[in-house]
């Protein structure tokens, strides 16, 4: 990697102690939950926004690459500083208000996805994108991928509540997009441009956020089905109905396994190992009164089993089979690859016949959940690190899975992005034409290509990258 000692030394005297030029500073720095490591020069913890513009005008300058980062809870290596260069730590800016008049939250990029949903609810509010590391994942890293959560179906993912972002060009000029109305129309959209460019083309320092009212009443149901085939067509029959779940979570015979192993709990008394779907509702007392004759026919006709939470004490004991499973995982191996791939409605029984016909293929647990409501589905390929037969077996069923999403009309990500992981399989997502495009667009905003070089675009075989052994305060959420 290139080196870039005189750069470094003059924003060091610019920034002073903002500047963390030691070992342990950057080797935290260097990695993302994916556990690829790659050392930047210097990791700089901006303590005012105009700190970044000083930041991005000489690495402008000096054609430093920079990269940014939140809480690094992201999965494809997208905070991973692959050639070096800077790193931008955001966790100081973390303000959060509420405008509680007009339903906005106006918040720094370096305020967790809980605290803004925290400070909404004070108020009265609710702000629905809701990853599972919500606790630690930042806005800035929301915005940048485009993150969404178990609410997604009903409510949407993060662009959909974006009113407005500020930030920064790689040339360090102050820049905003839309304003803090619920009505723009000035000029090119730029804003949807930067949600889900993964710092590629500019800074988000901050956003305005849109929220909803919250809702009165919410209702939650677990319903347990022979197979996975027959899970997937109930939960199709139900959304045929237009009935609409805030949350429709399905975990497949494996991931209950692992969760009733880690609990000592059968979900269903003599219905061990069976894939079930995890529904709440929310909205007005009337309405969910009116919504659970028609919720629990469906589960009376589709379902072997099923428990409605009569409150939220109980409503919290259904949710253990769903928070526990992923973490549980990794008694079939001591490593995964997690895969957010999107599959479209139509076609749900054939790729849980794919799935099957996979795990035959690849010898491999592959134990996979997600949110039905939008079709985005959490496959993890587990397999022994140690392993070098399970390890290609594992290379090889991430090719043959998204392979397989984009022929059915899926996406190969839904709400991870695309990072490092999941360049190799950008071209089978994208015609040429549509690549040449997005580059078009990252050159025209980046001519020097200083923001997170090395992604997207640039085929990295990260397997051949010993992943190291770190225990995040995330992991297994």
């Not at 909404?120 to 929301?142: L, M, Q, R, V």
């Not at 996979?358 to 959490?378: M, Q, W």
Request: net charge positive; with cysteine.
């Amino acid at each position: 990697m290139k080196l870039h000692p005189q750069a470094t030394a003059a924003l060091k005297r610019r920034l002073g102690a903002r500047v963390d030029l030691s070992s342990e500073g950057r080797w935290a720095a260097s990695f993302d939950s994916s556990k690829i490591s790659f050392l930047p020069e210097a990791v700089i913890r901006p303590r005012a926004e105009k700190d970044i513009g000083s930041v991005l005008e000489l690495a402008n300058r000096h054609r430093v690459s920079v990269t940014v980062r939140g809480r690094g809870t992201t999965l494809t290596g997208a905070a991973a500083p692959v050639q070096g260069g800077w790193v931008l730590d955001m966790r100081r800016l973390k303000r959060v208000r509420i405008d509680a008049d007009a339903g906005m939250a106006h918040v720094d990029a370096g305020a967790t996805n809980a605290a803004v949903q925290t400070a909404a609810a004070a108020k009265g509010w609710f702000y629905p994108p809701d990853p599972s590391s919500k606790e630690y994942c930042t806005i800035g890293g929301n915005i940048a991928c485009n993150a969404g959560g178990m609410h997604g179906g009903k409510y949407g993912v993060t662009r959909d509540f974006v009113i407005a972002v500020r930030g920064f060009l790689p040339t360090g000029e102050y820049v905003e997009w839309g304003t803090a109305t619920k009505k723009f129309s000035a000029g090119f959209n730029l804003r949807d441009l930067w949600i889900g460019s993964e710092g590629m083309l500019g800074i988000v320092t901050g956003a305005v956020l849109k929220l909803i009212p919250q809702p009165a009443a919410r209702w939650t149901l677990l319903t347990a089905f022979a197979d996975e085939a027959t899970a997937l067509k109930a939960a199709r029959l139900l959304f045929r109905a237009r009935v609409q779940p805030a949350i429709c979570e399905f975990l497949d015979r494996e991931s209950v396994l692992c969760a009733e192993r880690a609990t000592g709990k059968t979900v269903f008394p003599g219905q061990a190992g069976r894939p079930v779907i995890l529904l709440e509702f929310a909205g007005g007392v009337s309405e969910i009164d009116d919504l659970k004759f028609e919720v629990l026919a469906w589960a009376q006709t589709q379902a072997l089993a099923f428990k409605e939470a009569k409150n939220r004490e109980e409503a919290e004991e259904l949710w253990a089979v769903r928070r526990k499973c992923s973490g549980a995982m990794f008694e079939l191996g001591d490593a995964k690859l997690n895969e957010d791939i999107v599959v479209p409605m139509r076609n749900y029984e054939k790729f849980a016949r794919f799935l099957a016909r996979l795990k035959r293929s690849s010898k491999l647990p592959i134990p996979t959940f997600g949110h039905l409501a939008d079709g985005n589905l959490h496959v993890n390929i587990m397999y022994h690190r140690a392993n070098a037969s399970e390890t290609m077996a594992a290379e090889t069923a991430v090719q043959k899975l998204m392979e397989t999403v984009v022929a059915l009309g899926g996406a190969i990500s839904g709400e991870h992005g695309i990072g490092l992981a999941k360049t190799p399989f950008l071209r089978l997502q994208h015609r040429p034409a549509q690549i040449k495009a997005m580059q078009a667009v990252k050159q025209a905003l980046d001519p020097r290509g200083i923001l997170n070089p090395g992604k997207m675009f640039e085929v990295v075989r990260i397997w051949k990258y010993e992943k190291m052994q770190i225990k995040l305060p995330w992991d297994h959420k």
